[in-house]
C-alpha cells in the first residue's frame, strides 16, 4: 500500500473546456491522467488529490467527472481548489462513494499518518494580494488549525502527520506565513500542495527541504500528469 498525490486535474467531461489553450502541455490531459494513474497505482494504494479536480460549477455538471475519478485505481482523498465551486455540503459528498473522501475541517486516517490540510489561499505579500484577500487567508489559516487540532487529539504528531493543500502556503517570494507558523508549531516535516502551472511559477514555489520541512508540488502538469509517490 502506498500513497500518491496529484492535484489540478482540471477534468470537464460534462461540458468541453480545452486546457491546452494555457499550454500545450494539456493537449490530451485527461487520456494522460487516466493511463499514467492507472499504471502506477493500485487498486490498494491511495491518491490525494489536492483540489481543481473539476470545472463542474454544479453537482450534476462535476458527477462525470466525479464517477470518472471514481473509477480509476485506488482510494482518494480530496482536498477542495479554488475552482471547485460544487463543493458546498462535505457530508452530502462523503455520502457518493465508498472510495472517496472528501477532507474539510477534519483530517484523514492513511497507515499510521493523518492527512490534514485545507484549500489554503492567496499569502500576504504575494504580487496579487489584496486586502479582499486577508479574511479568507484568515479564515483558511484557522481551518488548517482545525485539521491538525483534530488530528492532534487522536495521539497524531509532526512526525506522522502529512499536511495537503491546494495553495501553496507562501507568497511568490516564499516568504514566512501563518501557514508556515502552523507547521512549525505543529513540528510537521512534510507538505504537499497544487495551484501552480508553468515553468515561472515553479521556479517561484517551496521545493523540497526548507528549515526542516520537505515541500512537493504535485500540479499534475508539474508532474506530467502521473501521480507522484508520497510514502
Known sequence: MSLFAMSDLHLSHYREKPMDIFDKVWENHTEKILKNWNDVVSDNDTVIVNGDLSWGMKMDEVMPDLNFISNLKGHKIFIPGNHDYFWNSTSKL????????F????FAAYEDY???GTR????????RYTQHDNKIYLREVGRLKISLNEAAKKGYNGDNILVA???PPTNDSCENSLFIELFKD???KRVIY???HGANKYNNSLLGDVNGINYSLVS???LNFKPIKIL
Open 94 to 101: 462523503n455520502m457518493l462513494y465508498d472510495n472517496m473522501y
Open 220 to 222: 499534475a502538469d508539474y
Open 120 to 127: 489554503g489561499w492567496t499569502c500576504p505579500g504575494d504580487t
Open 165 to 167: 493543500m491546494h495553495f
Open 186 to 188: 505543529y513540528n510537521i
Open 194 to 196: 497544487g495551484h501552480l
Open 103 to 106: 477532507l474539510k475541517n477534519s
Open 114 to 116: 493523518a492527512i490534514c
